[in-house]
């Protein structure tokens, strides 16, 4: 058992369970709006409606917060991309018709976690867990992608799937981020539309 779990405890009673959701929500918000460094535990602790002394029965310091929200948001993504595509049938349905449900639940995904994603990109850099984490969740989301290919069968045009699927991972989440996390002089709607299309004559002639 490290340091970590020594001083923290894993909420198993409702009570707890939602005393710690709160303290989560309250982070997000405060992060989002404040930032990371200008945030202390006991701004979060007074924002979820606890006690600082509350805040330490369930978490070391804010640091151990950001990395549980990005545990969240790594789960959160994944399962999100799964079960968008759990009934879609890779070898007899429409490319851009699958590639527009992939964009719409990554998309949907991303909403929850707007706030933090100058947080992320900052600690990216400057925190060595951090950074892990999230290489990580990219190499987890590149073979995800590379099986997903795979299941398009001869439907797939490319002789070389690893690399597409590092093009195909790489180009979605650039414009997904664009979307979600940027201001745009050209509507989501027609930034979707060009990605799904270059994705599928990319893939399939």
């Not at 151990?64 to 890779?90: G, K, S």
């Not at 050209?186 to 270059?198: F, G, N, T």
């Amino acid at each position: 058992m490290n340091e970590t779990e020594d001083k923290t405890r894993t909420p198993r009673q409702d009570r707890g369970i939602k005393t710690k959701e709160a303290i989560l929500q309250a982070s997000m918000k405060l992060f989002a709006e404040k930032g990371y460094y200008q945030t202390n535990t006991k701004q979060i602790a007074a924002a979820a409606g606890v006690s600082t002394g509350s805040f330490y029965s369930y978490y070391l310091d804010k640091r151990a917060v950001f990395i549980d929200i990005l545990h969240i948001y790594n789960q959160a993504l994944l399962a999100r991309i799964d079960a968008a595509l759990a009934d879609v049938d890779f070898q007899t349905g429409d490319t851009r018709q699958l590639m527009a449900h992939l964009v719409d639940a990554l998309l949907q995904s991303h909403e929850p976690f707007v706030g933090i994603h100058k947080e992320l990109s900052i600690l990216y850099l400057s925190d060595d867990e951090i950074k892990q984490l999230m290489d990580e969740q990219y190499e987890i989301g590149r073979r995800q992608t590379l099986a997903y290919l795979r299941m398009g069968g001869d439907e797939l045009k490319t002789d070389d799937p690893e690399a597409a699927a590092v093009i195909v991972y790489e180009a979605v989440g650039a414009v997904i981020d664009s979307i979600a996390f940027s201001k745009q002089r050209i509507a989501p709607d027609r930034l979707k539309r060009q990605l799904v299309e270059m994705l599928a004559k990319y893939l399939t002639t």
